[in-house]
């Protein structure tokens, strides 16, 4: 969803394990013995939704009645078997459903037990954690709930803008910085509002995921071979300017429906009036030798 649940558990798990090395390295500088109070994170993901009920907790062959292990069960009877003091975080990643989540209730309680169909007991110590990394609890029971401590994290309180910006301090173009900022600020809000309010998409996708694909496809275009040389400041620009109302054009504008990219191309052109006037923005593409827009149609 973008709404950072990936990276808050990996921050934190990261800052543990940090403050376990920092902590055991005090330790040996000083010639010290003292009880370390942090431990090690190891994370342990899976994903229940990719693998059958069977492949997930275990199940009899029909036929030879021989027990097979699933994945879970493996991988919890290895954690739960591991007396280190290190942390084990058995992360599900996967929507809720009432399919598998069901079955983890017992492990949810106070007694903390995984039971097995075959009758195996599998008892989760301290150390083990369980997360669910989860889009919504839509179809959650209230006794999977009420088992659970809840981190809401919602993506609209983050919203697109840490990602662009985390993505242009990493870019080895540093001198397209400044002129790409200006073109996000330029365009990429009004667009996406527009696009919320105005138009149906074929496929819904979230603000964060179309200014992703805005980034992969400039970052796949915008090339030295493409046209875009800082050798020449002002063709320069203007070849940035043109692959990212390419990329933006194939991203934000590209999910919609028939009618509604009709809506889109009379929107985009009040933005921006550099767009022929015959057919859509759709039916063009970057001319790199002109430096401009040519008709995919007439090409």
Not at 88 to 94: H, S
Not at 134 to 159: E, I
Not at 200 to 216: F, P
Not at 282 to 291: A, G, L, P, R
Request: charged letters at 30%; a negative charge.
């Amino acid at each position: 969803t973008g709404s950072g649940k990936s990276t808050t558990w990996r921050t934190l798990r990261s800052a543990l394990t940090r403050l376990h090395k920092e902590h055991e390295e005090e330790n040996r500088r000083e010639r010290k013995d003292t009880l370390n109070p942090w431990a090690k994170v190891h994370d342990l993901p899976i994903n229940p939704k990719a693998v059958s009920l069977g492949e997930l907790y275990g199940e009899f062959d029909l036929n030879t009645n021989e027990w097979t292990d699933g994945i879970l069960s493996t991988v919890m009877r290895q954690a739960c078997a591991d007396e280190k003091p290190d942390q084990k975080w058995i992360l599900f990643d996967a929507p809720v459903d009432t399919l598998w989540i069901e079955s983890m209730n017992s492990v949810m309680d106070d007694n903390k037990i995984l039971t097995l169909i075959n009758g195996e007991r599998i008892s989760m110590p301290e150390q083990v954690s369980l997360l669910f990394e989860t889009q919504d609890l839509a179809v959650a029971s209230p006794a999977t709930v009420s088992r659970c401590g809840m981190v809401f994290l919602d993506s609209v309180d983050l919203g697109w803008r840490p990602y662009v910006t985390s993505w242009l301090e990493k870019r080895k173009d540093k001198e397209s910085a400044e002129h790409l900022q200006k073109l996000f600020d330029k365009f990429v809000d009004k667009l996406l509002f527009f696009r919320r309010r105005s138009c149906t998409e074929l496929v819904a996708t979230s603000q964060l995921n179309s200014v992703i694909s805005l980034c992969r496809l400039f970052d796949a275009l915008a090339t030295p071979e493409n046209g875009v040389v800082a050798d020449d400041p002002e063709a320069y620009a203007r070849m940035i300017e043109l692959w990212f109302l390419f990329s933006m054009i194939w991203s934000i504008c590209a999910s919609v429906d028939e009618a509604s990219r009709k809506k889109m191309d009379n929107y985009v052109r009040e933005l921006e009036g550099q767009f022929p006037s015959k057919d859509t923005v759709y039916e063009y593409y970057v001319d790199v030798k002109q430096k401009g827009w040519a008709d995919r149609k007439s090409g």
